[in-house]
Every structure is written in structure tokens, then in C-alpha cells.
């Protein structure tokens, strides 16, 4: 037995992403159509879906909250792996966003799994009742992670797990010299969750990095 890791290299990433089932033709029309809105490409990669999927099922979970709607592909792939009584509310403070994502998420074999919800990360999340979500998923501004976080210990049922999205800062977070202005925030925010007593967490090395973070 080693205690030794494996070095992940770009190939390898790309061998997993090519040994994972990728999108659907509905999915890909709505990569395209959010491009076309200019809406950025910024949306998660297809394995890392299959992961949060798999991670749902398993967890039985039936509600979720999403912060960071962006088109509208997250929430659409995570409301795939809940239940017929299963809801995922996503929080989009643009209102564009907001009304694209709603209007794909019409489209959907989900569209009454699914609830938008426009306005501020902190300020949705407030209005979330105590111990009533399953599982929550962190996507949006970097800085404000240490707010959804709180707010996330608080909704999560005991058992319950939160997601949070790009803990590779963009694939900058080790680079001496960053270019993305969030890379600080997110580095910032790896030592909150490494510290953070509630929870049992791990970074995922799949797609941007994902923390994957169990409420004790």
C-alpha cells in the first residue's frame, strides 16, 4: 500500500471526460443558445455533472439550492437526479439570466422541478428555511462564498451536503502571478472550508475543482 497520489496531468482529465456520458441534444441546444445570448461559457463540465448526479442519487436527496444559475445547465442536470417530488431552487441575481434560465427550464423534462429565484445570493438564501435543504451548490461571485456558506449551514439538514464549484480558481490558484481577480477570494475561501469544524470536506480534482463538503 502507498500513500503516494497520482499527478493528475490535462490527459488524464480529458480521458475521464471522454469515459463519461456528455450532454444531451437538449443540453447542447442550450449551450448554444446561451452563447448566442452572451451569456459566458462558464457553466460546469459534463463529468462534473455526472459526479453531482451520482452524489444526489446517492444521498436520496430531494431538495437543493443552487446559487449561480448562469443558463439554467446546472440546475437542470442536478433536478435529472432527484426525485419525482424533488426541487431545486437556484438563485441568479441577473435578471437576463434569470428569464433565459426560466425559459429553458420550461423547455426541460424538468420544468416543475425547478424553481428560479432572482435577486442577491445572501438575500434568497435568507428567506430559505432552517434544515430544509439536502444538499446546496455554490457557483457565483467568489466573494461572497463565506455568506452562501453560512447560509448553507444553516438551510442543510444535519447529513446534508454542500457543493461549492471552481476550488482550482480557474485553474490559477497555484500561478504566482494570477490574471482573474477572484483568485484571491477563492484561495481565501479553501482555508475556510479546510478549517470549517462542521463540516467533512474534500476537493474533487474534476472540472475546476469541486469541495464537497458533508454538515456533521
Known amino acids: 500500500m502507498s500513500e503516494t497520489t497520482t499527478p493528475f496531468s490535462a490527459r488524464q482529465l480529458r480521458y475521464v471526460a471522454e469515459h463519461t456520458v456528455g450532454d444531451d441534444a437538449f443540453l447542447i441546444r442550450l ?13 460546469i463540465a459534463p463529468e462534473q455533472a455526472s459526479l453531482m448526479q451520482i452524489l444526489l442519487r446517492l444521498a436520496r436527496a430531494r431538495e437543493v439550492v443552487e446559487v449561480g444559475t448562469l443558463a439554467g445547465y446546472s440546475a437542470i442536470v442536478m433536478a435529472r437526479a432527484l426525485p419525482p417530488d424533488g ?23 424538468v420544468a416543475g422541478k425547478v424553481e428560479v429565484l432572482c435577486g442577491s445570493g ?19 461571485d467568489k466573494s461572497g462564498y463565506p ?3 453560512e447560509h448553507s449551514m444553516r438551510i ?3 447529513g446534508g451536503f454542500v457543493m461549492v464549484d471552481n476550488a482550482f480558481a480557474f485553474g490559477q490558484l497555484l500561478d504566482e502571478a494570477p490574471t482573474d481577480r477572484e483568485v ?3 484561495r481565501a475561501f479553501n ?3 479546510a478549517d470549517e469544524a462542521r463540516l467533512h470536506s474534500v476537493i ?3 472540472g475546476d475543482g469541486l469541495w464537497i463538503g458533508v454538515k456533521r
Open 31 to 43: 449551450k448554444r443558445a446561451a452563447r448566442a445570448a452572451g451569456i459566458p461559457s462558464i457553466w
Open 204 to 206: 474533487v480534482p474534476i
Open 87 to 109: 426541487r431545486v431552487r437556484t438563485i441568479e441575481i441577473n435578471p437576463e439570466r434569470a428569464a433565459f434560465a426560466e425559459s429553458w427550464i420550461g423547455r426541460s423534462d
Open 122 to 140: 445572501e438575500e434568497m438564501l435568507s428567506r430559505i428555511a432552517a434544515n430544509s435543504a439536502d444538499a446546496t451548490f455554490l457557483d457565483a
Open 191 to 193: 482555508e475556510v472550508m
Open 147 to 149: 455568506i452562501y456558506l
Open 184 to 186: 484571491s477570494a477563492v
Open 156 to 158: 442543510l439538514k444535519p
